[in-house]
């Protein structure tokens, strides 16, 4: 007995951002996040499900286009998170898979968060499991990265911490929840790419390396006001208010990140200049703010009336840079054709 799902699921960039964890292995946060669902980066995973035992099969496209045996770090991560969804669906057999990015791999942006919540998704629709979302974002948070928990909803999304569940009750129960669909609210997010190669430092690492740093309470203690000037913002659309938090936020984490032990340093002299040109926008009227992950990649959030000058603005930079345009979308989708 074999079935086949594909499902194609964005990656997320966090206004809020998770950093630091109360256990790393279950992927329980310290504090809430919150995020917005992109549309053209996005990952697709091809999960069948074949009853007779043995290893599972995990392939991925390469940069030349042809997929390949995926890289062992990779390939283990992928392996322990379908034993996992074995174990807890209480099935036997194995899983083969194939998957692939629309855009850099590791490089801070997000893309575990698609890739783990495009192979939980599609790997409950290999077995035939019909989950709630609830379940889904626990599940694909239990892949141990986090935000993939956001990306299994669209538009904007909160994830909570743990403590508003109560301790008992947080593995299963932790889980992200939509805040307000794509469709209230268009806003883009013009992705200056100055490092496509995987990042030095993985955010498991920054979450394990969060606490050491004298900053990291007082991150903390400024979140809850951050967190619902954000919601607000978000319910009113307004966009200045929004902005002004989102990029005081991404800065407080690499703040964080710099003064952990050892220090994490993501961004790139590049990062210096597009912040800076970011805020010469200000200046000039265009309204666009900062944000990033943990990379050396900077999103720039905006409206619809001034993407394509945030866009020509970014590159008429002298500096090595691609970009991505992206946008709110309604997040993850089952498709038709499969990638085997
Ligand atoms: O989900 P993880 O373990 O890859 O951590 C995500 C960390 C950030 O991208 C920096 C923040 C976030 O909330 O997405």
């Given at each position: 007995m074999a079935a086949k799902c594909t499902v194609r699921s964005p990656s997320n960039i966090a206004f809020i951002k998770y950093w630091g964890a109360k256990d790393l292995d279950q992927a329980?946060?310290?504090?809430?996040?919150?995020?917005?669902?992109?549309?053209?980066?996005?990952?697709?995973?091809?999960?069948?499900?074949?009853?007779?035992?043995?290893?599972?099969?995990?392939?991925?496209?390469?940069?030349?286009?042809?997929?390949?045996?995926?890289?062992?770090?990779?390939?283990?991560?992928?392996?322990?998170?379908?034993?996992?969804?074995?174990?807890?669906?209480?099935?036997?057999?194995?899983f083969r898979i194939a998957t692939e990015n629309s855009f850099p791999s590791a490089a801070g942006l997000a893309s575990s968060a698609s890739g783990f919540s495009a192979l939980t998704l599609a790997t409950l629709g290999a077995i035939g499991r019909q989950t709630s979302t609830a379940e889904e974002s626990a599940l694909a948070r239990l892949s141990g990265s986090g935000s993939a928990a956001r990306s299994v909803l669209g538009g904007y999304v909160e994830w909570p911490a743990s403590s508003s569940f109560g301790a008992l009750s947080?593995?299963?129960?932790?889980?992200?929840?939509?805040?307000?669909?794509?469709?209230?609210?268009?806003?883009?997010?013009?992705?200056?790419?100055?490092?496509?190669?995987?990042?030095?430092?993985?955010?498991?690492?920054?979450?394990?390396?969060?606490?050491?740093s004298p900053y990291f309470h007082t991150r903390q203690r400024r979140l809850p006001g951050r967190l619902k000037a954000v919601r607000r913002a978000i319910e009113t659309r307004d966009f200045e208010r929004l902005g002004k938090v989102i990029e005081t936020e991404a800065?407080?984490?690499?703040?964080?990140?710099?003064?952990?032990?050892?220090?994490?340093?993501?961004?790139?002299?590049?990062?210096?200049?597009?912040?800076?040109?970011?805020?010469?926008?200000?200046?000039?009227?265009?309204?666009?703010?900062?944000?990033?992950?943990?990379?050396?990649?900077?999103?720039?959030?905006?409206?619809?009336?001034?993407?394509?000058?945030?866009?020509?603005?970014?590159?008429?930079?002298?500096?090595?840079?691609?970009?991505?345009?992206?946008?709110?979308?309604?997040?993850?989708?089952?498709?038709?054709?499969?990638?085997?």
């Open positions: 329980i946060p310290i504090n809430p996040s919150l995020s917005m669902t992109l549309t053209n980066c996005y990952s697709r995973s091809t999960v069948e499900w074949v009853s007779e035992d043995g290893e599972h099969e995990i392939q991925w496209r390469t940069s030349s286009g042809d997929f390949e045996a995926a890289p062992p770090a990779f390939a283990d991560r992928v392996r322990q998170h379908l034993d996992f969804l074995r174990r807890w669906a209480k099935i036997e057999g194995r947080s593995r299963a129960e932790c889980y992200a929840c939509q805040v307000m669909p794509a469709e209230h609210w268009d806003l883009r997010n013009v992705i200056a790419v100055v490092e496509r190669g995987a990042k030095l430092i993985s955010s498991l690492d920054g979450h394990r390396r969060a606490q050491t800065i407080d984490l690499h703040c964080v990140a710099m003064t952990s032990e050892p220090a994490i340093f993501y961004w790139s002299p590049a990062t210096l200049t597009i912040l800076e040109a970011v805020r010469a926008m200000r200046m000039d009227g265009i309204a666009a703010f900062s944000t990033m992950d943990a990379g050396a990649n900077v999103h720039v959030i905006c409206q619809p009336e001034v993407e394509g000058e945030v866009a020509q603005r970014l590159e008429q930079l002298d500096i090595e840079l691609s970009l991505i345009r992206d946008c709110v979308g309604p997040g993850p989708v089952v498709e038709d054709e499969h990638l085997f």
